[in-house]
Each structure stands twice: as C-alpha cells, then as structure tokens.
C-alpha cells in the first residue's frame, strides 16, 4: 500500500537534495537537453532536469552542470511528469495490479487513483489491500470504497465492510479521496462519511449519473467535488460552474474525450478544469488504444494545445487530488517521475522514469510481475449445487398470451432509458423477442449459494441466438447473463461456475469462447498478452451471435447498475433508480404499450 508520507524526501534526502542543488555534490542523473514542462507555466523550457536518487533536485539551463553519474540525452524532445490517471477500479482491466502496470507503465500512466469497490464485495477488507499493492513502478493511490454493499435493502451483494472501517480508511495516509457513491443516498450514514472525509483533507470523488439542477446540486452540497460522469460539454460546464473537477473518462464503455472535446470554442471557460480517468477499461482497450496516452492523444488531436493537453494529464490532477508536492509537477523536492516524449502529438515515451529509475524504453518494460496473489483470491463463485432449470423464467400468473414490462434500452455505454415493451408468453414464462431486440436479463448471486436471480429485459444487446454471460455485474459483482433463450443462458452460467468466474459466449448448447478470470471472478493472473487474446476471441464470438457493441461484456456488467437511471435490476429484482424502489416487471393488464419513458 503507498503511503504518502513515503513519498516524501527523508531529512538525508532532502539533505541531498540541497546538495546536489546547490552543486555541492554531483547528481545521480541528468536529463539533457530536453523541452521541460514548467511546473508554475504554461511554457516549454529549455532545461536540465538534476535528478538525485528519488527526486528531483534542480531544473538547470541546458549544460550548467557538466557532470552526472548517469545522462539521458533528451536532444528534440519533451519531458514531461509521468501521467496521473485520476479515476480507475483496477478489477475492471481485468488484469491484476502487476499485469496492469506491465500494460500502463510503458505507456506513460506511472500513478493511479482506485477505488477497489469490486475487491470489497467479493472479499471485504482484505480485498482493498490486495488492490493497493504491487511489487512493479505503477504506483496506486486510494479512493476509499464507500459502501459494501451498495445498498443495505436494494441487494443482498457480497461480503461486508463495515462503516466503522471506511471512515477508520479515510483518515489513513494511504487515502486521497473517498471513493465514488450513489447519488440517490441521502441517508445520515452517508452524509456523516461525506463530512468525516471533509475533515480528513480527503476530496470526494463523483458519480453524477447524467443529473442535473435539484439532484446534482443535492450530490454536490455534499462536498463531491469531481465527476468522471459527464459526456456533454453542457454537463462539463454545469458542474465546472458548480467548482467541480471533471474527471474525462475514456474508457471501454464510452470514449467522453470525443463529445468533450468536440467544440473547444464551448469548452474552453472549463479546460484548466478537467484531467483524465480510464475508469473501467479493459485490457483490450488498454493494449489497443492505451492509457492515459489515449486522452493526451485524442485532445491533441481534437485541437487542444498540447502543453494543456500535458497538464491534464499531469499537473492538473496533482493540484486537485493535493498530490502535487509528490507527483505531477517536475519540481525540486518532487518525485523524479518522468516521461521523455520525442512527439508531443504521437504521445509516445521513448523513456519512462519511476522514483528516478528508468523502468521502460521504447515502450517496452525494464521490469517483471513478482506479485504473488494469495490463495484466498480463488474460488470465489458460490452457485447452489443443483440448479433447477425453471429458475430463469419471469412468470404471469393468469392466461395471457402476451404482457406488458418494464425493461431497459441501452445508450450511451451503460445509461438506460426506461421503455416498455410487448412479449409474448409460453406456457405462462415471459419470452424474450430477438426480433425486436428485447432479451432476457437475469443477475443471480453468486456469493452465498442462495439462488437469488432479479430478471428483467433489455434492448441493444442484438443478439439473435445464445447468450453471453459475466461474473462482475457491477457493483457486487454477481452474474450478469443475457440471452435469446433460457437454456442458453443457463448453459453460460453453468460455463461461468465450471470455470470459477469470468466470461463467456454459448450457442446451442456449445461454449463458443471464454475468458477465465479465476482471482475473484474477475481479473487473470495470467500474462496481460493471453488476457487480451482470449478477450478478443470472446468480442468475436459475441459479435458472431449478432452483437453489435465493440465490449459487450463490460457494458453487461453495468446493466444492473441501481444508481444510473433509469431502472436498474439485482439479485432481489427491478429497481427504479429515482425511486431507489423496486418495481414489478410485468405492467397492469390496462397499461398501453409503447416505446416511450415510463
């Protein structure tokens, strides 16, 4: 776990440092030659950087001290600090600390902020520490998980962190903010622990879930100060206008730098307000598109100068997580976190430095994975022996051919818009209808064994035969599985338990790709390579049972979500996320069906 405090010089490094400086003693490294990011302007300056074990001692003009035990030459090109992603759940890649931080380091992503909320549902407080620690360069910083379970009434979820534990988190040094909440929760419980993070010094990171006016300046009393949330410049410019920071999300589920930065002539009163989070980005996307580099990549391609492009990536989060006396800034006293890039538009380190040391060139890594996972991790998927095979129908209790639900459409990621929608009926159990695009949902637990399943139905998939199927439906990481027919869907969860968690695509009785993911059901030990190949195979074969969506299988792990409107769906059943209620699936006998909000 990174504590802050070790971040800081010790008094013989600081010591050191001063001497260094002050050209009592020679520096450990120069980098030379280089355009350095300024860390007080917005300029490219012609300097030196002295660097002295973990920090940085001096920025010199070019050549002022001859001499260094080591020299980087950075001739024709940028330094800049390494890249801050300020908002990410770690589960999510689907890669373990150690095998995202081969990914990301090389890219140029040396700290990030998570928020283990996965890791708590499946195994309560131990699940926190073991995403906070790794043996390799990425350095993770803490967003306290607020709530495990999400919700005390709404689901029954996994395991428990108590309250006691949360705000006990907050005050540690490992804490930079508390971690993202609902919204809709305006209970005294957590409003105390808004205000013990308060009073910790700690930000408090947003889930805005596209509200506005009465619901978004309630979220925001609250002290919530970021939102990774907005897609809209609109919604950039309410909440920036409001003093929140945007957290721009590019990730698997939807690219925000492409609508953000889409009229820069709109945006620009809230640039120097926005840095950049992946938060739940998989491996796929994160080998393909990269990390943080993506969002320095496509702003600049979008038109934003670059330096502003750096400083969101960089020096702007610093600042607002108060990180920046550690990180961020290429500053005296910093740590010598650094990224030598030869074209500021291609966003491409030919060096990346961690505490002073190089730990990549060319984009390839200079170290290894030594995490050792505990036992404890495995076997997690906790499903009854027997499964009746009824347990997938939604019932009518009377003679209808056909009925009225409540079910969900897709846009936007994972955002849902209410509709409704007319099935058919067979031998009294729901259908779905693939030929509207209307197919089943169900979210079953799979941590006590107790054969709870919520099911719903839901447009976008496009499935027109099988089904696919998860083990992390968000946020307490129960299955999630979709499909045309009951027998497929339960041939998926039957694939998901043999395997003990991750994903899968079945047809007819045949498991047509898979990806395994036995550390909680949701992340892979395995090399990052096989990860991203068997993902790949698995986007393939959900694409050949007629999906159209690029990540399937993370947007299925959102769909349950109770605190993104409109209706959301657990293990207990369907939820209006207004409401924060359950509501019945099936509508009175006089409800006219129609495609429009309920």
Partial sequence: MTLKHDLYPTTPELARLRAVAAGQEQADLIIRGGLVQSPGTEEWLERDLVIAGRHIAALTPWGHFPTAAEEIDASGSHVV???????????????????????????????????????????????????????????????????????????????????????????????VTLGEANPFDYSEVSTARYREALVNGRRITGHTAAQTHETLWGYLAAGVGDDHNSVTIDEVLERTRLGAMITVMGSSLSDNTLTIFSDLDKVA?????????????????????????????????????PQLAYRM??????????????VGVLAPSRLADVLIIPDLADVR??????????????????????????????????????????????????????????AMELYHGYFKRAVTATLPVIDGSIQADPAQDMLKIAIMDRHHASGERGIGFVRGFGLTRGAIAVSMNCMNMNIAVVGTTDADMLHAIDALDAMGGGFVAVADGETLAAVPLPIGGVMSDAPFEQTNAALLDAHAAAASLGC?????????????????????????????????AFIDLVLPDDHAASSSHL
């Fill in 349 to 406: 380190p030919s060096y990346v430095l961690s505490s002073g040391t190089v730990v990549a060139r060319e984009g390839e890594c200079l170290f290894r994975n030594d995490d050792v996972l505990p036992d404890w991790a495995r076997d997690t998927m906790h499903l009854p022996a027997s499964r009746d095979p009824a347990i997938l129908e939604a019932h009518v209790d009377d003679d209808r051919t056909e009925v009225d639900v409540r």
């Fill in 313 to 326: 990536a960089t020096t702007q989060p610093a600042h607002y997580y108060r990180l920046d006396q550690v």
């Fill in 548 to 580: 159209p969506m690029r990540a399937p299988f993370i947007i299925l792990s959102f769909v349950g979500m109770f605190v993104v409107p409109e209706i959301g769906l657990t293990e207990l059943g369907l939820v209006d996320v207004g409401a924060q």
């Fill in 269 to 305: 009163p809230a640039l120097r307000s926005l840095c950049f989070c992946a938060d739940d980005k998989q491996v796929t996307d994160l080998v393909r598109e990269g990390h943080i580099d993506h969002h320095v990549r496509q702003a600049i391609r979008l038109g934003v100068d």
């Fill in 81 to 175: 600090p390494g890249f801050i992603d300020a908002h990410l759940h770690i589960e999510y890649t689907n890669l373990t600390p150690g095998e995202l931080g081969r990914v990301s380091v090389p890219r140029g992503t040396t700290t990030v902020l998570t928020d283990p909320n996965a890791a708590a549902n499946i195994w309560g407080e131990d699940g926190l520490g073991l995403m906070l620690d790794t043996t390799t360069p990425l350095r993770i910083l803490h967003q306290v998980s607020p709530t495990a379970p999400a919700s005390d009434t709404l689901e029954r979820g996994g395991k428990r962190v108590p309250e006691s534990t949360v705000l006990a988190r907050l005050a540690q040094d490992a804490a």
